[in-house]
Every structure is written in C-alpha cells, then in structure tokens.
C-alpha cells in the first residue's frame, strides 16, 4: 500500500491562493450593488432637504382653491438676487445678498419720494404690522435709486424699514415693472431664498392693502421652512 505523496510546500501555498480569490464577476456585481446603494441613499438625502420647498411651491402655486386668485403677478421663473453693493443712509455698504432668511416686501423710488413712494411705504408699514407675530418673518424694505437727502420727515417713519441706495443699472437687472410702467409704480416680493418671485399692481391705494396682505398670508403658511423669524 502507497502512502499519499506530499505536495511541495509552495505548491500548496499556490493551490489554496489561486483558490481563495474571489470571482471576478461577482465583485464586480458586489461593487456595483455598493455604488447602486451609496447613490440611493444621497438622492433620499436631498429628497429630503428639499421636500420643504418643494411642498410649499406645491401648496401656494398648484394645490390652491379654484376659487382663489392671488392679487399679486407671479414671477416665472423667479429672478434670483444679485450680488450688489447697496449703501445703508448712514453711509455703511453692504451686498444686497445679506438680506436673504427673510421675506422681503420692496419699493423702489428716488429719495424725494413722490405720493405714490409715500403710499408704498404706508402699505409696507401697515402690512408688515398687521401680521402680528409672523412679523418678524418679514421685512419692508425701500431701495433708494439716487444720492439725494431723505427728508427728516420720512427718516421719522421709517424706524422698522430696511433702507439702502442702490444703483439703478444694476437693480434693473433684478426687478422689473410691468410693461409700459415704471419700476417706482410697483411693490416687489421677495422670497428667504432671494428670489424675486411676486410683482404687485402698479399705483396701489391703501385700500388695496387686504388683497395683498392676503397673498403674504398664504405665502407665509405655505413657507413656514424657509425663513429665519427675528433676523
């Protein structure tokens, strides 16, 4: 009777690595699972950050009663806020872009301030009060287009109002009147992201304050993610 013959050392070293590798294809298969996985995963991710926006775009554009029209014109799409260099009336600068966390409810006009600023800014005022609590989610902000004084008389009101110079040019590259109107005529509103997203009847009177403090409320409600009340 024979006894089995020893295989060489190195022998069975190869033997057992040649057998212990694994199958090409199924670690690639294996890979393919993995990077599959990693993918789903980020897309839940950012699925899940934005479902806040996402909702409230939903809620306020499409799911809204059939019977309700907004008062404001929609932007669409909405025109994100540039970076430009605006001057506080005390002579600070600052960029446009540091008012983002916000909603913003802007007027435009020269430093004089005709009837109409005047009106606006009443509005801007009354509205922004009026909202009670969810006031401090928003603010009114004028945009002055020239370098002339504001009377002493207007600073006196304009204690809760953001108020910045700002270079026509530019500015006009962001918002924009109606056609064959002028951007003085209008209020702007703004949305946290910076986006101007609502442009409001030209030459407003204060009785046209409850329609558009409507649109605000419901905005409000639909985008309670997307602000920082108390900037």
């Known amino acids: 009777m024979h006894e089995p013959k020893n295989e060489h050392p190195s022998q069975q070293a190869l033997g057992l690595t040649v057998y212990d590798l694994p199958d090409p294809v199924h670690a690639a298969d294996a890979d393919a699972r993995r990077t599959a996985g990693g993918r789903l995963r980020m897309l839940m991710v950012m699925l899940i950050c934005a479902a806040p926006v996402v909702a409230s775009y939903l ?6 009663p059939q019977n309700t029209r907004q008062f404001g014109e929609l932007i669409l799409p909405v025109k994100p806020m540039p970076e430009l260099t605006a001057t506080s009336l005390t002579g600070d600068q600052l960029t446009l872009t540091s008012l983002k966390g916000q909603w913003l409810l802007v007027s435009v006009s020269s430093a004089a301030c005709d009837p109409q600023c ?9 509205i922004r ?6 006031k401090d989610r928003t603010d009114w902000v004028w945009l002055i287009t020239d370098e002339a004084p504001v009377s002493n ?3 006196n009101g304009l204690s809760d109002a ?5 270079t026509p040019s530019q500015l006009s590259t962001w918002l ?3 056609d ?6 209008h209020l702007y509103l703004v949305d946290p992201h910076g986006d101007w997203m609502m442009r409001f ?7 046209q304050a409850a329609p558009l403090k409507r649109d605000w409320d419901r905005l409000l409600r639909a985008a309670v993610s997307w602000d920082k009340p108390g900037r």
């Open 129 to 134: 009060a009026s909202l009670g609590r969810e």
């Open 180 to 185: 064959g109107r002028a951007l003085n005529e």
């Open 162 to 166: 953001v108020v910045l110079r700002v």
């Open 176 to 178: 924009q009147a109606a």
């Open 153 to 155: 008389e207007l600073k």
């Open 59 to 64: 809620t306020f554009y499409v799911i809204r």
């Open 118 to 126: 005047q009106t606006n800014l009443l509005l801007q005022r009354q």
């Open 201 to 207: 009847p030209p030459a407003l009177t204060m009785e």
